[in-house]
């Protein structure tokens, strides 16, 4: 089985943040493949199914951005899953808008979520896909995360949600070499 977590905040007040855009690709690759069948366990909204003969688990954690090691870890354990059967996708303000970077590991880079998933797994090495939201240092970036997309912001942010559901099926169906060497190219 592989398990694509998407990263964000629950709660209507943090819907379509920068911060949320993890769950937004999720979603994205939930309705793209008619899945069915949400329910909320391991402190997640939870969807299974299969996509390119695969089984998989799409989570969104619900336990708020800083805490999602708890859901991710719960999952992995109860389902013996390998780091690198695990996909997380989260927003990443060093990478320009509408940008995506998918990597095998690495550091999480200053994002709470992703380094809360660190200490939860005792491992870094597990593949991650970046969604690019900017970085704008005149109001912060924690203001800047949790604020939404300007309509502008969203007609650039649209098609990389496709892109990033294309990424997550590519590593699904191709592995994560492939899904590097595709995504990982200029826009």
């Not at 109860?78 to 997380?88: A, N, T």
């Not at 240092?137 to 604020?147: K, S």
């Not at 969203?154 to 990389?160: N, Q, S, T, V, Y």
Request: hydrophobic share 35%; with cysteine; charged share 25%.
């Amino acid at each position: 089985m592989r398990l694509i977590v998407g990263l964000g905040n629950p709660g209507s007040e943090y819907a379509k943040t920068r911060h949320n855009v993890g769950f937004m690709v999720i979603d994205r690759v939930v309705r793209r493949h008619g899945l069915t069948g949400r329910r909320t366990k391991f402190h997640a909204e939870v969807t299974v199914g299969s996509i390119a003969a695969t089984s998989i688990m799409l989570i969104k954690p619900t336990t708020y951005m800083n805490r999602s090691g708890t859901s991710v870890s719960e999952v992995t354990r109860f389902y013996k899953i390998e780091p690198h059967d695990l996909l997380v996708v989260m927003d990443d303000t060093a990478l320009p808008l509408g940008r995506i970077r998918i990597r095998s590991e690495g550091g999480h880079g200053g994002h709470n979520g992703l380094g809360d998933i660190e200490r939860a797994l005792g491992t870094t090495v597990y593949p991650r896909l970046r969604v690019g939201v900017d970085r704008d240092d005149a109001i912060g970036q924690v203001d800047h995360v949790l604020g939404r997309f300007t309509a502008a912001e969203f007609e650039r942010i649209e098609p990389a949600l496709d892109n990033a559901c294309d990424a997550v099926e590519s590593w699904i169906s191709d592995g994560i070499g492939q899904a590097m060497n595709r995504y990982n190219t200029s826009p």
